[in-house]
């Protein structure tokens, strides 16, 4: 386990090195087309829970408007996604940002996608056994429905991630991650523009 660690590591870096020089001139198009399209800030950045649940800060192309109603709440994201951004989201480009994270340390080419702090607390244990790795910018619950499935399944694909992971099967998940992108598949929740907030075990089986 420990030698796959570090080849895993070997590759997130030199994958994600050579992926932010060869991409250079498609990431400064973006940078470019975003800060036309949507202004400032370019980047959307948030803090997410990375191995054993710390935090760190995840970077990805902004796609959404800052758009509130009279409250002053955002409104749904179905009404603050872009055409630039649906764009950016069914291309999966607005995550190359985060190899940036890889390149750090922070997060892996391949583990559970990184949620949001506040699901912390709402996990079971064998849900939280997701934190046992690196979160990646792609995972098994990626190419296996990824936000087309309910919360109980992707978390089932990345806990059996956890318990079977492997450099063969790494590679493999990158590879049904490019056919994915192509097919765009699984982009959104059935009736949502993104993926409905996770309320707890209980509330994501209704």
């Known amino acids: 386990m420990r030698r796959g660690n570090r080849l895993k590591r070997t590759l997130d870096i030199t994958a994600s090195a050579a992926g932010l020089i060869i991409l250079a001139i498609p990431i400064l198009t973006l940078t470019l087309l975003v800060r036309f399209k949507l202004g400032s800030p370019i980047f959307f950045s948030q803090q997410r829970p990375g191995l054993r649940g710390k935090p760190f800060t995840m970077y990805k192309f902004r796609t ?36 940036f994270n890889v390149l750090r340390g922070d997060m892996s080419l391949v583990g559970p996608r990184p949620l949001l702090m506040e ?15 690196r979160p990646g910018i792609t995972g098994w619950a990626q190419v296996n429905g990824r936000n087309a499935i309910s919360w109980e399944e992707k978390f089932n694909l990345d806990v059996w991630y956890v318990d079977n992971r492997s450099f063969a099967l790494d590679l493999k998940i ?32 209704t």
């Open 64 to 99: 959404m408007r800052d758009a509130t109603d009279t409250q002053g709440q955002p409104l749904p994201d179905s009404e603050r996604l872009t055409p630039l951004g649906r764009f950016l989201r069914s291309s999966s480009l607005d995550e190359l940002p985060e190899l």
């Open 174 to 205: 990158l590879w049904l991650t490019v056919l994915k992108v192509f097919k765009r598949e699984g982009i959104n929740a059935v009736g949502e523009a993104t993926m409905p907030v996770f309320s707890g075990t209980a509330q994501s089986e």
């Open 119 to 133: 699901y912390l607390p709402r996990y079971t244990p064998q849900q939280a056994r997701r934190h046992e790795v």
